[in-house]
């Protein structure tokens, strides 16, 4: 049923002009001609434009973008994607220009054997040897 009211809408709006990639939209009416599968909403554009994903237009007060902007932010969207967090990550995965998760596993591991080492030294004594009782213990008699 939302998919037929959304390509309605879609028909209504088409009718009375061509939208082009650069035709400027308001951005419910983009969400709707760029996901009219649903999914996303004027709120997540809103939160992309605050990322600096989508690029819009400010007119009276108003933002407005373009499907050509869009195609942008989802080209930013997929190259910003995070690769799955793995401490065994593959040699062939990490980026040469960057240090492994391997490296950086390797140098806490010996930063933190170096720390373990200087514990395990003894302390050096504080007192100067063992000491005899020089007074005598007073016991209360009754």
């Not at 499907?67 to 942008?72: A, G, P, V």
Request: proline share 4%.
């Amino acid at each position: 049923m939302r998919v037929a009211r959304i390509r309605e809408a879609n028909a209504r709006m088409t009718d009375d002009y061509e939208i082009t990639r650069d035709t400027p939209l308001r951005l419910a009416d983009a969400v709707k001609l760029a996901f009219p599968c649903g999914g996303m909403t004027v709120s997540g554009l809103r939160r992309e434009i605050a990322r600096g994903n989508l690029a819009i237009e400010m007119i009276a007060g108003k933002q407005f973008t373009t499907l050509r902007d869009i195609e942008k932010m989802r080209l930013k969207c997929r190259e910003n994607q995070r690769a799955p967090a793995s401490i065994s990550a593959n040699a062939a995965d990490v980026n040469p220009s960057t240090s492994s998760s391997m490296e950086k596993t390797r140098s806490a591991q010996a930063a933190a054997e170096i720390v373990g080492q200087m514990l395990r030294k003894l302390s050096p004594t504080t007192s100067a040897g063992s000491t005899s009782p020089t007074g005598v213990a007073v016991t209360r008699q009754r």
